[in-house]
């Protein structure tokens, strides 16, 4: 939690939380004491109690008598101890029947999380659950646009049998985004090892459809979830079109179906949908058009990021917005998907599968790698995404560097959801302030001109 991680970084008493600046609560406190001593002066006056008159005259007759150090020192404590008696009973009377840092959780991301910028993430799988693990904490306004094409496991078998939308990739998207974390993960990722028609499926799979089949569609059953479960943000799906991927292969092969894509094992040459013109979620396209950044990535280049821009009022709306575009690349290479690709292939295969290339202004690539890299990468035809800068420069696209991956005393390469998040805030901090300098010398050469 934002208020959890606040007190590890500073050591600060659980009642001094609500001094914390940006809550908005200290100045109806005061207000509320000013109308109190108003309220009570008025009424001493209306009974011509004089309270004025006479709290002046033993003022004065104190002062005459007492030494002025002393009177000080006396008010001043006086009006401490009744100043921090009220603060206690305040709090105590806010927080009975209720848990303190839920009330602080939900101050501080109503007044501070509220105001950061409207991100749209684009893509699925892992990778995105991932990154939005990172994005909840600096801002509420977050659009999870997920793809649907999903064919495998649980989601599959659901798509088959119950003919609803693949639930698996909206499922992570939704306990990454919860509030409490840990617990929804552990619910919504938990898979039956045993029953008759239950094994292999995941709890948040059959909560969803379960919910779809109540509520009349996966949009509607998303938001109620989402309600329930009071996630950052809202999940939506690309399209609700029954999409399937298909992957034309280099060697002329016709490869149907996600999760066959993969175990190909060949080069692919396009990638399209069945049916071919699937209609954008309505949601989708007005979240993009208001977005203030929009994130491609991570995640697999073929299932997971390219089949949203495959949707082309998706990939069209990208292009046309004024939001600040970056991709987050992956770092290693996916066998059967991306084999020896570079950064610059990776950025071309989505430039040409949107058939535009203002989708992307930046790429946020990883620049450090564990010196004892773990085997099983290279076992599995698995390598570090290569940093070409000269064919990136070729495409107008720019580099943006920073450490990505989680320490690893095994050599294990995986994205940490914080570093990402703190590197895409602090590249969208600075492109923003970059554009307020560029934007201040054009106004001083048009006021010279």
């Known amino acids: 939690m934002v208020i959890k991680n606040i007190r590890k970084n500073v050591k600060m008493p659980e009642d001094m939380m609500w001094l914390m600046p940006g809550l908005q609560v200290k100045r109806w406190f005061a207000l509320i004491f000013f109308g109190a001593v108003l309220i009570t002066l008025g009424i001493l006056i209306l009974f011509d109690i004089k309270p004025i008159f006479y709290t002046m005259e033993f003022i004065r007759k104190i002062a005459m008598n007492i030494s002025t150090e002393w009177l000080a020192f006396a008010i001043v404590m006086f009006g401490a101890g009744i100043f921090f008696k009220g603060w206690q009973k305040t709090n105590l009377s806010m927080l009975e029947g209720s848990d303190n840092h839920s009330i602080l959780e939900n101050l501080y991301r109503r007044r501070k999380l509220n105001r950061g910028p409207k991100i749209v993430a684009v893509g699925g799988g892992t990778g995105l659950s991932m990154l939005l693990r990172g994005i909840k904490h600096i801002t509420n306004n977050i659009t999870a646009v997920v793809t649907v094409g999903d064919d495998g496991g649980s989601s599959g078998r659901l798509r088959e049998e119950m003919g609803v939308l693949p639930p698996g990739d ?24 045993s029953g008759e028609g239950l094994e292999g499926h995941s709890f948040g799979n059959l909560f969803l459809t379960a919910l779809c089949a109540i509520t009349g569609d996966l949009v509607r059953a998303v938001k109620e979830s989402s309600n329930v479960l009071s996630i950052r943000g809202r999940v939506l ?3 609700l079109d029954d999409m399937k991927l298909v992957a034309e292969m ?16 060949g ?9 071919q013109n699937c209609k954008a979620l309505d949601d989708v396209i007005s979240a993009i058009k208001d977005a203030d950044l929009i994130i491609l990535g991570p995640g697999s280049l073929y299932t997971s990021v ?41 950025v071309n295969a989505l430039i040409k599968h949107a058939q535009n290339k203002n989708i992307i202004d930046t790429v946020l690539v990883n620049d450090f790698l564990p010196s004892n890299l773990a085997q099983k990468y290279q076992l599995s035809g ?24 989680e320490d690893s005393k095994e050599g294990l390469v995986r994205h940490s959801s914080n570093r990402v998040a703190r590197a895409i805030y602090y590249w969208y901090r600075k492109e923003l302030k970059s554009e307020k300098i560029l934007f201040k010398k054009d106004k001083e050469i048009c006021l010279k001109k």
């Open 170 to 193: 909206i499922r992570n998207c939704i306990a990454a985004l919860a509030d409490d974390e840990d617990l929804i993960t552990k619910l919504f990722q938990y898979r039956f090892k």
């Open 237 to 239: 799906p690309s399209t």
């Open 250 to 265: 280099e060697d002329g092969r016709i490869i149907h179906g996600e999760s066959n894509i993969p175990e190909a094992h």
């Open 267 to 275: 080069k692919i040459k396009r990638l399209y949908t069945d049916p």
């Open 306 to 346: 390219i089949p949203n821009l495959l949707i082309e009022e998706i990939s069209k709306t990208i292009a046309q917005s004024n939001a600040k575009k970056l991709y987050v690349c992956n770092i290693m290479t996916q066998p059967g998907e991306s084999d020896n690709y570079s950064v610059s292939d990776h």
């Open 382 to 405: 698995s390598y570090p995404v290569k940093l070409d800068n000269e064919n990136l420069k070729k495409l107008g696209v720019k580099v943006f560097s920073k450490k990505l991956i």
